[in-house]
């Protein structure tokens, strides 16, 4: 499912020998899971996405976590556009390692984790990843003890896909109970939004139930522009999918925000009265609010990434 990663080096284990017989990879997964119960509290695990590119998906990320640490939370991204860089340019770091090395080549959880402005923790994805489908027992006990940490470390972890309707995307999506659709005004970005809304709706492992989403309408002229855009999305998705979606919010053009990007920083830390960084704010707030927060299903990293990895093992 996943392109192969660069510099990573790929452990298979097809069966274990486990007391004399062998284990499918199925029931080793089962089994480890069980080992390495995720701590208690969870994170909260936040899925950004979008049906196409340059949409502003990436800042719409760092921009929200950005306000989350200005609540006072602890906030990590997991930049999983694999093949790009979008998180580290725009927050101008250069991670020294990804999760390739924290799969393949034995490190910790906190040796991958590159701190950013505000404190906010940034994991690089890197090139890609290989194999999962094919991990030992032993690898994915670690990698889900590892990952199992983060729920100690952040009380939210917001997980920056790819755009579009690759397998890899639709992976992240159908594992995360919280989804943000981030579409501009554009016919061709509200065309985008159906159609990944319609292959995630699809997908064989998606709950409708366990899954809440979110549209967030970005680059618009106010927000009566915001609230058509999301009513015309709205609209085709309930007639044709019946799929329950829900509305977030704005963010309106703004000449701040480019000139944040341009100079690698978030607009809400280097202009945070910019009418996009407010926007971003009533944002959080709402994703914040208490009786929003009651109807959620807070899953944690571990059970993230082993929704994950169960669903490649099934396939493969």
């Known amino acids: 499912v996943f392109q192969s990663a660069v510099n990573c080096k790929t452990v298979a284990w097809g069966k274990a020998l486990i007391g004399g017989e062998y284990m499918d990879q199925a029931e080793q997964l089962r089994n480890v899971i069980k080992m390495n119960p995720a701590p208690r509290p969870l994170s909260r695990v936040i899925t950004v996405t979008s049906g196409k590119g340059g949409v502003g998906k990436s800042n719409t990320s760092i921009n929200l976590a950005c306000q989350f640490k200005k609540m006072g939370k602890r906030v990590i991204i997991l930049d999983a556009d694999f093949g790009l860089a979008n998180i580290e340019i725009m927050f101008g770091t250069v991670p020294k390692h990804n999760l390739c090395d924290l799969i393949y080549q034995g490190k910790n959880i906190t040796d991958i984790i590159t701190w950013g402005p505000m404190d906010i923790g940034f994991i690089s994805g890197g090139s890609g990843i290989a194999g999962l489908s094919n991990l030992s027992r032993d690898y994915l006990n670690y990698i889900i003890q590892n990952l199992a940490k983060l729920d100690a470390i952040a009380d939210i972890i917001i997980i920056d896909t790819g755009a579009g309707i690759s397998d890899a995307v639709l992976d992240f999506l159908v594992a995360s109970g919280e989804i943000l659709v981030v579409a501009t005004p554009e016919p061709t970005s509200i065309t985008d939004s159906y159609s990944l809304l319609k292959a995630l709706n699809r ?84 994703l914040m609010d208490k009786e929003y927060d009651k109807s959620l299903v807070k899953r944690g990293m571990a059970a993230f990434f082993s929704h994950i990895v169960a669903g490649n093992k099934k396939m493969g």
């Open 203 to 286: 997908h064989p492992r998606f709950s409708r139930e366990d899954s809440k989403i979110m549209v967030i309408a970005n680059k618009v002229a106010g927000a009566a522009e915001g609230e058509t855009m999301y009513n015309k999305l709205e609209t085709v998705v309930n007639r044709y999918l019946k799929l329950p979606i829900s509305y977030l919010g704005a963010i309106p053009q703004d000449y701040r925000l480019e000139d944040a990007v341009m100079q690698q920083k978030p607009v809400s830390l280097q202009s945070p009265n910019a009418k996009s960084s407010i926007a971003y704010e009533k944002i959080a707030y709402v």
